[in-house]
């Protein structure tokens, strides 16, 4: 069965560092999405991505975040400074309808 | 306050019980999921509803718009049933990605 991929699984990083997350969706979707989990607390959306542009981004969403599609398989999410807030997992997830949306194993992230 | 909320927010049942967990959502919604997050974090889509019901296997989700509710229920319950259980709505007019998820539940079955 098809399913979305991520890489890494964790990740450590020293502050002010940048990181790219990546995620692989399923071949033939259309959205994308990222979303973020703090150790302990609730699954938050970040952004949704459709047609090579973001489609929706949250408050958490702000300039020290960007997405990019940079070929036909890979969505990419950076943090250009990372903060140790931005200690979370790291969710990817694509569909291709109105319906299933199917989620990446995540990436740990810890920023020390 | 919360826009979505669960309960109860820790469950502990006996193999073979029926389990129900409820969500309530104080926005107006276009749809509501069901999520299931296992303990390594993975997170698996179960159900989305817009109205009425939905059955797979021994999970059945019902939404009940006019009350802004909604119920995941477990016939038969094992314990590799145990996970945390994730509402999330989509809020009218919000990009459907755009979710806002509950707490979760977390759903212990004791063998």
């Known amino acids: 069965e098809p399913e979305v991929t991520q890489t890494p699984s964790h990740q450590v990083t020293q502050m002010g560092q940048e990181v790219i997350l990546r995620c692989v969706p399923i071949?033939?979707?259309?959205?994308f999405y990222w979303y973020r989990q703090i150790l302990g607390q609730k699954v938050e959306f970040l952004v949704s991505?459709?047609?090579?542009?973001?489609?929706?981004k949250s408050e958490i969403f702000d300039d020290q975040f960007s997405v990019e599609r940079p070929d036909g398989s890979n969505f990419t999410l950076k943090i250009r400074s990372t903060k140790l807030e931005d200690s979370a997992m790291y969710f990817c997830?694509?569909?291709?309808?109105?319906?299933?949306?199917?989620f990446g194993p995540g990436t740990r992230l810890l920023v020390l | 306050k919360n826009e979505v909320e669960q309960s109860p927010q820790n469950l502990t049942a006996q193999e073979g019980e029926f389990i129900t967990i409820n969500c309530s959502y104080s926005?107006?919604?276009?749809?509501l999921h069901w999520l299931q997050q296992h303990p390594g974090g993975g997170i698996v889509s179960l159900f989305m509803?817009?109205?009425g019901k939905k059955k797979h296997g021994r999970l059945i989700a019902t939404i009940n718009i006019q009350e802004k509710h909604s119920s995941l229920h477990i016939t038969a319950s094992h314990p590799r049933d145990s996970a945390v259980y994730i509402c999330?709505?989509?809020?009218?007019?919000?990009?459907?990605?755009?979710?806002?998820f509950g707490k979760g539940t977390k759903l212990s079955v004791k063998p």
């Open positions: 991505f459709y047609n090579n542009e973001i489609s929706e």
């Open positions: 999330a709505v989509r809020s009218y007019g919000g990009s459907q990605g755009n979710l806002i």
């Open positions: 997830a694509s569909n291709e309808d109105l319906e299933t949306q199917y």
């Open positions: 509803l817009s109205s």
């Open positions: 071949s033939n979707h259309l959205y």
């Open positions: 926005v107006g919604i276009s749809a």
